[in-house]
Each structure stands twice: as structure tokens, then as C-alpha cells.
């Protein structure tokens, strides 16, 4: 990499088995950083190299706890006094982008007032993965980059072969996605309707499409407790699909997650390695399957980078 300005990797300790990855694709050794940890729980992150003039990729997803999130802003702080040219915050999984708007009186938007904290920091341009809304794009004054793992999933499913191919939507506001695939796939698209009864809890749910003697399969950009995922893999089965797999970038999985998708009608849910799969001792993985995004954040780091379009990389 001929350029002024030399590149380094580092990253926080929440993503570090994905900065690996990243860096050995870009044929980089990791940065060094080490983190002093108080007797409180309070933390300091140190760069124990010179950073000066450098361009600083930080990988860090921000899934819950909220340390991850802070561990990244001290990480940008740092980089900055420590006269880093440019500092880039590499977010596989941009936490709290749930909340991109009022959806009801008297809340917050957190996914704007993490932007804003990005910002304070001293971030120079943020990359990530499948963000649960596309305006949070619009939260930032400094370049934005959305990756897609869309083809590496859609190379995934086409390799599969699968004939009387449907894909699903879990609800409406998927269906723009699913859309996307089905066009992509030139298959047929299903759009499952559910009425909410509260947060994280589904009341009835119905599908809107061809199901029976259908493969389906159905994307999202996000699986956390599966609860709608696994209610519509039923519902569909009920229906009469032959089989039901699901596809979704960001593996949160809290809760009963890993039980509710071990019994559902799921025969496979593929996610990728934005978020770590953190199933205790004697959960049920056998059904998820991996993928991992570090080849296409480096493609991508690769071409911030060396100044070159990045247009080409995504899919939709």
C-alpha cells in the first residue's frame, strides 16, 4: 500500500476476533493497544504504538454492555491526541439503532445521540453493517459507509441450489430487504404480517403470499430474541413450506434466543460474525451457521484506504 499517510488496525476488546481477521486480510499485524482497568470497573485504553500521522481503523461493534460503545469513543479520543491523521470507526453491528426516531411520545433517539458522540470524539468517518435503518445514515456530518452482507448471503443461498425458492419477510419493514433478495434471486416473495402486542412480544401472525410446497427462506438484518423469527418459521411450516431457513446479519440472540430457534421449524439460521456467538454451556448452535464479514470490511478499508470507489462493493 503505497500512500502519505500509513495504515493501522486496531481494535476494542469486543471485536478483536474479527480485527484479526481483518488485518491478515489486509496482510496487517494488528495494532497494539492494551486497557487499564481500575478496581471500580472504570477503564483507560492506551495505544501502545505511535499512531501520529497514521490513518487508525478502530473495529469495535457496539452490542450491549454500553462499555463497548464507550471502550470505542475513549479508543477515538485517544487516537486523536495522539495526532492520528484521520481515525475511522469500523462498527460491524451499530448498537442502538433501534431507536432512529419517536415512535412514541417521550423517548429517546439513541441512534442520533450516539452519532453525535462519534462526532464529539473526533471520528473522521464511520463504516458498518446492515444498519437496522437507512436515514441513521443522514444522523452524521462525516462520511458514512453501509455494508452489506447481502452477497455473501446470496452467495450462500445460490450455492444451496434450492428449488421452489421463496423468500420472507418477518413483518413490513423487512419487506423492502426481502424484496431486494427475491429480485436478486428472481424467486417469488412472502411477507409474514404480525400484529405486536408489546415490545418483543408478537400476537397473531399471518403470511401474505405463496407458502405451500415452498422453500422459504426468510431475511433479516437482525435476530434478537427470535421470537418473530421462530413465530413465523411455525406459521409458514403450518402453512405448508417444504423448509424454512432464515438469514439475518446481526446475531444479538438474547434471551431464550438460542432455545427458541433450537425448537422452531428453523432447519438453518445463517448470520455472520458482526456480534460473537455467546451461547452458554449446553445451548444448541447446531442449527446457525457462520459467515464472516472480514473480507469485505477490509475490501472496504482497503479502498477508503487507497482512495478508491467503493460504489462496486455494494450489492443493494
Given at each position: 500500500m503505497d500512500h502519505n499517510h500509513v495504515i493501522k488496525i486496531f481494535s476494542c476488546r469486543g471485536s478483536q476476533y474479527l480485527a484479526e481477521k481483518i488485518a491478515k486480510y489486509l496482510k496487517l499485524d494488528l495494532g497494539k493497544s492494551i486497557v487499564n482497568v481500575f478496581s471500580d470497573g472504570e477503564f483507560q485504553p492506551a495505544f501502545d504504538e505511535s499512531v501520529r500521522g497514521a490513518t487508525v481503523f478502530?473495529?469495535?461493534s457496539t452490542f450491549p454492555p454500553v462499555e463497548n460503545l464507550f471502550e470505542l469513543l475513549l479508543m477515538i479520543d485517544a487516537a486523536k491526541r495522539a495526532s492520528a491523521?484521520?481515525?475511522?470507526?469500523?462498527?460491524?453491528?451499530?448498537?442502538?439503532?433501534r431507536q432512529d426516531r419517536k415512535d412514541r411520545p417521550r423517548v429517546s433517539i439513541g441512534a442520533k445521540l450516539v452519532a453525535n458522540m462519534l462526532t464529539a470524539a473526533g471520528c473522521d468517518r464511520v463504516m458498518t453493517a446492515d444498519i437496522h435503518a437507512d436515514q441513521i445514515q443522514g444522523f452524521f456530518d462525516v462520511p458514512f459507509d453501509h455494508v452489506y452482507a447481502s452477497g455473501l448471503f446470496l452467495n450462500y443461498l445460490r450455492s444451496l441450489n434450492i428449488e421452489n425458492l421463496s423468500i420472507a419477510a418477518p413483518d413490513m419493514g423487512g419487506a423492502k430487504r426481502a424484496n431486494a433478495y427475491a429480485r436478486s434471486l428472481g424467486c417469488p416473495l412472502i411477507v409474514c404480517h404480525k400484529s405486536r402486542e408489546r415490545a418483543n412480544v408478537v400476537g397473531s401472525m399471518t403470511a401474505i403470499g405463496d407458502v405451500e410446497g415452498r422453500n422459504v427462506v426468510i431475511v433479516d438484518d437482525m435476530v434478537d430474541t427470535a421470537g418473530t423469527l421462530c413465530k413465523a418459521a411455525n406459521m409458514l411450516k403450518e402453512k405448508g413450506a417444504l423448509s424454512v431457513r432464515a438469514v439475518a446479519t446481526h446475531p444479538v440472540l438474547s434471551g431464550a434466543a438460542y432455545e427458541n430457534i433450537s425448537k422452531s421449524e428453523l432447519c438453518e439460521l445463517v448470520v455472520t460474525d458482526t456480534i460473537p456467538l455467546r451461547a452458554k454451556e449446553g445451548q444448541d448452535v447446531s442449527k446457525i451457521k457462520v459467515i464472516s464479514v472480514a473480507e469485505l470490511f477490509a475490501e472496504i478499508i482497503n479502498k477508503v484506504y487507497t482512495d478508491t470507489s467503493i460504489s462496486g462493493s455494494f450489492v443493494f
Open positions: 478502530i473495529v469495535q491523521y484521520k481515525v475511522v470507526a469500523v462498527m460491524p453491528y451499530f448498537g442502538w439503532a
